[in-house]
């Protein structure tokens, strides 16, 4: 999956050392809302073992991690990663991050829709939702613009690392068939 300035790829081994810088340079930025998957690729060799893991997931159909690739450069930019699957409700949520210097320029906006589409497809999915905190504004746009609409808040979904538990907000993508 591709465009004129970014396409999509599969974790691979060799992207560790990219991964890891990735993070490290948006490390403020993805402190609130990615701590785990932060937390899993602060050396070169954590996202040496972050990758076999999440190809391991995607091989089981548990997971699926993507990266967002600048098409000149092939520096990573950005995360996409399909989780909490069930398979027999037909159900995947999405979780994203995309480097500051990238922002708010429709770029994770069409990696979504480009994604939803290939999750329903390829992967027979009917649901994708979308969970964010009302004040990632940015994250509540993507949704909004690949067409995902509120459903509900849920309440004290989120616990953030050392923090109260939180309330998020509930987007949902119908697959038209």
Not at 99 to 123: P, R, W
Request: proline share 3%; net charge positive; charged share 25%.
């Amino acid at each position: 999956m591709s465009n004129n300035s970014f396409y999509i790829s599969e974790l691979e081994q060799t992207d560790a050392s990219m991964l890891h810088k990735f993070m490290m340079d948006n490390v403020k930025r993805f402190v609130p809302y990615l701590p785990y998957t932060l937390a899993k690729n602060l050396k070169v060799e954590a996202s040496e073992e972050y990758i076999a893991a999440q190809q391991q997931k995607m091989k089981h159909k548990l997971e699926y991690t993507f990266l967002l690739k600048d098409v000149t450069t092939n520096a990573i930019f950005a995360l996409i990663i399909l989780k909490d699957i069930d398979w027999q409700k037909g159900i995947g949520e999405f979780a994203y991050c995309i480097d500051k210097q990238k922002e708010n320029k429709g770029i994770m906006s069409s990696a979504i829709t480009k994604f939803s589409n290939y999750a329903f497809t390829s992967l027979g999915l009917k649901t994708l939702q979308i969970v964010s905190h009302k004040t990632n504004i940015a994250s509540i746009k993507v949704a909004t613009n690949c067409g995902f609409i509120w459903k509900k808040t849920l309440k004290n979904e989120y616990a953030p690392p050392n923090a109260p538990t939180i309330d998020m907000e509930l987007y949902e993508l119908q697959h038209e068939r």
